[in-house]
């Protein structure tokens, strides 16, 4: 892979985008997440990282060749480029996304895949898509409204504003801001533990998230045992209510424990 990097330890993997200063992404850096989201797969990965080399998390999209494609091609590309994101957003295991500097455009969007997202304290949230004359067309200005709500998700995408980590934090889409030289070590750090969880329960939540967003309280009420049941028997329900009861015997309080994810 020559521009991304991918590592596996313990259960979590790191996907890292390698194209600094800008880290833009073409159809060939796409190409390349669609295999990580096959090997990820694959190895049964319990949590990813994703996160990016350099001073800046992403620009978005590499433009240098849009001028030259017919308007049929870049729709191609976008599409292409919808369902590898998509693919990324729903493996079942948690995503913690760590951004520092300049996350714009299309680079938003592939944040906003995560589903746990930490940030540098200087990092920069932008749709640029109004100085173009186009649409947030990788999903951005709705997901953004899932977290923020409608009316701030359409002012930034109608000003392309540079929204700084702070204020996405008070609004709910950046979940913990971080210095700098902090922001990997912590990122890294919770994602470890999360790996180290009951992951098979963490993609349950998941889908049931995923459920309520679609189809709100009421639908998911509906498929709530239809997608948690399988966990009763699950190895690591027995040994959590195991410990439970025996804190609940000795009085004392529950420990941290590590789940097997099985």
Not at 13 to 32: C, H, Q, W
């Amino acid at each position: 892979m020559k521009h991304i990097k991918l590592a596996f330890e313990d259960g979590l993997a790191t996907l890292t985008l390698a194209s600094p200063p800008n880290n833009r992404f073409g159809i060939d850096m796409v190409n390349e997440i669609n295999d990580a989201v096959d090997e990820i797969a694959e190895k049964k990965a319990r949590a990813i990282l994703l996160c990016a080399d350099g001073d800046d998390f992403c620009f978005g999209g590499d433009i240098e060749p849009w001028p030259r494609l017919r308007p049929q091609d870049l729709q191609a590309n976008f599409e292409r480029f919808m369902l590898v994101f998509n693919r990324l957003e729903r493996l079942p295991v948690p995503i913690i996304g760590a951004v520092q500097g300049l996350c714009n455009g299309g680079g938003f969007e592939l944040a906003l895949r995560a589903d746990i997202l930490f940030a540098a304290e200087d990092a920069r949230f932008s749709h640029s898509e109004q100085s173009l004359g186009f649409v947030t067309v990788l999903g951005g200005v709705y997901r953004v409204a899932e977290r923020v709500g409608s009316r701030l998700a359409y002012q930034w995408a109608l000003t392309s504003e540079k929204v700084p980590a702070a204020v996405m934090e008070r609004h709910g889409l950046v979940n913990k801001l971080f210095a700098r030289d902090r922001l990997l070590a912590e990122a890294t750090g919770f994602a470890k533990q999360v790996a180290s969880g009951a992951t098979m329960a963490h993609a349950a939540h998941k889908a049931l998230l995923r459920s309520w967003s679609v189809g709100g309280v009421a639908a998911t009420d509906d498929v709530m045992f239809d997608l948690t049941n399988h966990l009763l028997d699950s190895a690591d329900m027995k040994k959590g209510i195991a410990s439970a009861y025996a804190a609940f015997v000795s009085g004392g309080e529950r420990p941290v424990i590590t789940f097997d994810g099985r």
